[in-house]
């Protein structure tokens, strides 16, 4: 990374800073560091001169009274060892130095404090408003590094990042992977430059190209790295299916071995499943062409005036059926919306759209299987083949004709209703009125489940619910004088006990309930995750120091989403199985091995994510954003996978 682009990264995270502390000190903090040139001491002496300059016109700020500095410190800790008005310093070739920028008020900023050899720069930036302080001053915290031997040995290939392209990918429909680049990667001279697709979190070499898109034939995790390489000192022969990410990054510098090269061993990560297959078959609305009494032989013949066209995808087809009851007990089919019945009773035409290789409908008996059977088979009614039946349909009430109930319930049908936030709204349409004879009342029956037990009654077709459920509301046509209504108990009488007291269910009382109704579903509203993370930078890749620590820090671009209730949270991980080691309020760690590190922001809410399941050295990073929306889970939250790498 230039010295440049750590200098824009600061200089953000410095505005970041300053935006979100000059309200609570009522101004803003003038003083800028500018920028230092780069330099590079490569000597095996014991002793060097290391010196740089501030580049003209690199933003370099002093404000009236204020003074410049330049500060001399060591080490992945910047332990301060020397201070000079000048950025000159003579140092020993035996640590790794860098040289910062200070633009301070002396009569605000004490640097008595300073003990050299023990005090941090991190101490000092701490004082200041760019660290968290109230002093008004400006500290180039990355400052320009200088290193010592080994410089001919440097690795400069870098793989860069990618992200997922914003494409649905699915099976079969868009079998496509493709990633764009988000950082671009560093090829020396003589390197070349892949894309491999790997499956699994085994990383599993399946594919190699010169672009960054695959096509996928299976379902599954898949990753798109990057992959910079010297051909002449890289050369494995991969076995696709079996060599892996890992075996490939063992044998790099980054990995622990020692070929140059660079792999992005997070990349981009897709995961692929079958695409979602809408259901296009649709019925149309079926209405009872009147309700007729059995004549002098016995029998009546039920029809109905189908509204609209059926939408009947290819290879479906079209059949009505006809069932008795409360219970949508199946009788009979046809090809036609019309049965002869002869026996008085409750009957429903109802149209069913269907594909034959898929619904079988030998599985019904007549007289056993119900409605409710067929509709559970169905993605309408909960399970799995494309179909539709019109579970309402057109429902007649068949007496003798001596013995007529003059009552109709007419027809109603569900409009369209909110889902539920704290409540929801069901409202019906009548769009045949029902029949009221002289003496007769009007009301309307909300029930709740396949039970249809009742849960309120209304002069209107209109109820609020608070809980998810299926619900139905039901026309009832009666006579206050022979049905008593004080039967009911809500939350344990059903539709189907009331039913049962009327003519049209086997009872001997003059009513119409309409037993199919409106039905609605009512599902919880769909809530948008709006957490999201800022993108982490690392602050320096250094070696561990003299004690066998070194504190890995990153600078953090830009602001989180942090939705009301959720919380930040940094999480260490180590290796490329990003195994969790610790984590923190603050984007910064000490380690004491060698090896792969990773920093990850976490942004989550307490009461739905329970990090009391991670056991450090144990869980990863891909076992927690397995739980969240992002990784396939249900748990609003969001984790940078890809984070801020270090290779101690």
Known sequence: MSNLLRRLLTVGLCYVLAVLIQPLY???????????????VCVGDDQATISSAVLPGSGEDIPA?????????SGANLIIEAVSETPEFLVATDANYRIHSLIYDPATLDLSIVVFGETSAVVVN?????????VCAALDVTGVQFRFGGCDDACLADAGTLTPSDDLVCLPTNPVLRAEVQDAPSVPPGFLVVYVLTRTNSLIIEGISDTPEFSVQEAGDYRIHTLVFEPNSLDVEVVFGITTGFDINALLQQGGG??????????AAFHVAACEEECNAAFSSLIPLGHDCLDDNGSVLLRTIVLGLPTVPPGF????????????????????????VEEAGFYTIHSLIYDPETLDLSIVQFGVTTGFDVNGLLQQGGGDICAVLDVAGASFNVEACEEACTADFGHISALSHDCLDGSADLEASVLISPTIPAGFELLYVLTSGEELVIEAVSTTPEFTVEETGFFTIHTLVYDPGTLDLSIVQFGVTTGFDVNGLLQQGGGDICAALDVAGASFHVAACEEECEAAFSTLFPLGHDCLNDNGSVLLRTIVLGLPTVPAGFEVLYVLTSGEELVIEAVSNFAAFFVEETGTYTIHSLIYDPETLDLGIVQFGVTTGFDVNGLLQQGGGDICAVLDVAGASFNV
Do not use: H, K
């Open 26 to 40: 009522g101004q803003a903090c003038d003083a800028d560091f500018g920028t230092l040139a780069e330099a590079a």
């Open 65 to 73: 009274g204020f003074a410049r500095l330049f500060v001399l410190t």
């Open 126 to 134: 701490s004082l200041l408003l760019q660290g968290g302080g109230d």
């Open 258 to 267: 020692e070929i140059c090269g660079a792999l992005d061993v997070s990349g």
């Open 317 to 340: 087809e079209v059949l009505y059926v006809l069932t008795s009851g409360g219970e949508l007990v199946i009788e009979a089919v046809n090809n036609i919306p019309a049965f002869t």
